[in-house]
């Protein structure tokens, strides 16, 4: 099956793949260096996002809220076997094997270049599947308006799970119409390799003109529901975090601005630029038509 949309981005836009997987020494050498120099110009540039606040956010907390605990950690996750549970409005829902699920995916090596961004930007090229296909492989039923994820829980496995640092399991959710865009990607791997388990092995959601926080790592579960599903961090902190949680330069965190971030890769100088809205994914603005996205967050 061909894409369903127009991949703007060249491998040349790919960030490397050695920056990628060293953001978080790359984004404290910038932090330190900051500091260290200690010009206005530098102090302004690096405020609106801490180290602390970058690193807290993107994680994987089931293995520690430390910045580099799930690297140490997620390695003990067995991925395999996985098994991934549909249900609630769908027409077959069931315990689906995601090797079974891959095998009826007909993913030729799709290679989704996303833009993603936190305070930070990078191109990751993405391995994986439209959601939609999935969607349409149990059958949706008409009823259904929204779609929930759950992350694994596996005490034995995940030592973050000790601490109530979130409301166990990890969940997220999707209105139909955005799980169903074609952007919309479950992934299983990135730079031509499986996922790393940190970064959510074996199947992770991605939504490019979302916030990073809302790809939940390792899902085992896919529920069709006629409400909207409760997420982690809009449950942890409702004021800071709203259901939709689309890249929107102009709704500021009430901690710091979301106008502008630095793309990684550039060399340490590399200028922050403004944020797109949607992240730059003009195609998804039509499913907002109408709401008033300062209202929903
Ligand atoms: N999924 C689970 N299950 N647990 C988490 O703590 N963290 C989220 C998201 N998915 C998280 C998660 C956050 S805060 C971010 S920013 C992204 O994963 C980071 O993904 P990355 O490390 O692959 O960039």
Redesign the pocket.
């Known amino acids: 099956m061909a894409l369903r949309w127009k991949n703007d981005l060249t491998p040349s836009d790919v960030t490397p793949e050695a920056v990628f997987l060293n953001r978080r020494q790359i984004l404290a050498g910038m932090t330190a260096m900051g500091a260290g120099l200690g010009t206005a110009a530098h102090a302004q540039e690096l405020e609106p996002n801490s180290f602390e606040d970058i690193t807290n956010?993107?994680?994987?907390?089931?293995f520690g809220t430390g910045k580099e605990d799930?690297a140490r950690y997620a390695g003990s996750l067995t991925t395999e076997p996985w098994t991934v549970q549909i249900d609630g409005l769908v027409e077959k829902p069931g315990d689906y094997g995601l090797n079974d699920i891959l095998s009826q995916m007909t993913i030729e090596e799709r290679i989704y270049r996303f833009r993603?961004v936190?305070a930070w930007s990078m191109v990751v090229p993405w391995n994986g599947f439209e959601l939609a296909d999935l969607l349409d492989m149990v059958g949706v039923k008409p009823e259904a308006t929204h779609v929930a994820f759950e992350?694994v829980m596996r005490p034995e496995e995940m030592p973050g799970l000790r601490y109530p640092v979130?409301d166990w399991?990890?969940v997220?959710g999707l209105r139909l119409d955005e799980a169903r865009h074609p952007l919309t990607l479950m992934a299983t791997g990135l730079y031509g390799k499986p996922l790393p388990n940190?970064?959510?092995a074996p199947l992770?959601l991605v939504v490019p003109w979302k916030?990073?926080?809302?790809?939940?790592?390792?899902i085992v579960r896919i529920t069709l529901t006629d409400s909207e599903p409760p997420t982690?961090?809009n449950k942890a902190n409702p004021r800071e975090y709203g259901f939709y949680s689309n890249v929107n330069p102009e709704v500021d965190h009430p901690r710091w601005s979301q106008a502008t971030e630095r793309p990684l890769g550039g060399g340490l100088f590399s200028r922050r630029k403004p944020t797109l809205m949607f992240n730059g994914y003009e195609e998804v603005a039509s499913l907002y038509e109408g709401m008033d996205l300062r209202a929903n967050f």
């Open positions: 956010y993107c994680n994987y907390y089931e799930p993603c936190e992350t979130l399991p990890y997220e940190q970064n959510g992770r916030y990073g926080f809302k790809s939940i790592k390792s982690s961090w």
